[in-house]
C-alpha cells in the first residue's frame, strides 16, 4: 500500500515535469521559432536540468511533436467532445463551425503556434505535415462520417464538403485575424456560418 502511493506521487510529479517542460518549450517555440530553439533554452525556460528534459523528450522534434499532438487533441475535444456526432445537422453543423471558429478566432496562443508550423514548413515539412496529421485530417474525417450518415442531406461528395466546411473558417480565421484583415475585409462570423450552412445544406431542400 505504502509502495502504491509512492508511484502515485512520481507519477503525479513525472506528469507534472511533463507539463513544465511542454510550456517552456511553447514559449521559445514561440518566440524563436522552430529553427531558432534549442533544448538547452527549453531547459532553462523550463527551469528544469537539461538531463531531465533529455529523459522525457530525446531532441527537439520530439518535444514539438508532443505539443502539437497535446494542441490537437484538446482542440479537437473541445470541439467534438468524446462521443460520436448525432443530431439535425442544421443545429450540429451550426455548433461546430461556431465552436471551432470562436477558438480560432479567440485562442492567440494557437495562433500563434500556428504561425510557427505555417513559417517553418518550408523548411522543416515535416512539422506541417504532423499539424495536418494530428489536426486537419482527424476533423475532416470526423466530419465527413457525419454528412456520409445523413443520406437527407443529398450531399454527393461527404469528404470534399467537409474540406470545404473546414478551409472556409481555418481561411477566415487567418484573414481576418492571423493576418489582420479584419479592418479590411470586416464580417461578422455568424454571416460566414450561416452562408457555409446554407450552402451544404440547400441540396436537401
Do not use: W
Amino acid at each position: 500500500m505504502v509502495r502504491e502511493k509512492v508511484t502515485e506521487v512520481e507519477r503525479d510529479s513525472s506528469l507534472s515535469k511533463v507539463e513544465q517542460i511542454l510550456q517552456g518549450a511553447m514559449h521559445e517555440f514561440l518566440v524563436h521559432g522552430y529553427a531558432g530553439t534549442s533544448m538547452d533554452r527549453i531547459a532553462v525556460c523550463a527551469r528544469a536540468s537539461k538531463a531531465t528534459v533529455y529523459s522525457h523528450f530525446q531532441d527537439k522534434q520530439e518535444l514539438f511533436k508532443a505539443l502539437v499532438e497535446k494542441l490537437a487533441q484538446e482542440r479537437f475535444h473541445s470541439v467534438f467532445g468524446t462521443e460520436c456526432l448525432e443530431g439535425d445537422p442544421k443545429i450540429v453543423l451550426r455548433e461546430l463551425a461556431t465552436e471551432a471558429l470562436n477558438q480560432m478566432l479567440k485562442d492567440e496562443e494557437f495562433r500563434a503556434f500556428k504561425r510557427v508550423v505555417i513559417g517553418e514548413s518550408g523548411r522543416f515539412p515535416e512539422l506541417a505535415q504532423l499539424y495536418i496529421r494530428c489536426l486537419i485530417q482527424p476533423t475532416i474525417e470526423t466530419l465527413k462520417s457525419y454528412l456520409a450518415s445523413h443520406p437527407e442531406l443529398k450531399i454527393p461528395d461527404p469528404e470534399a464538403t467537409a474540406q470545404i466546411l473546414v478551409g472556409s473558417l481555418v481561411h477566415f480565421a487567418m484573414s481576418q485575424e492571423m493576418m489582420n484583415g479584419k479592418e479590411i475585409l470586416p464580417m461578422k462570423s455568424d454571416r460566414l456560418i450561416d452562408a457555409l450552412i446554407h450552402l451544404i445544406l440547400k441540396s436537401a431542400d
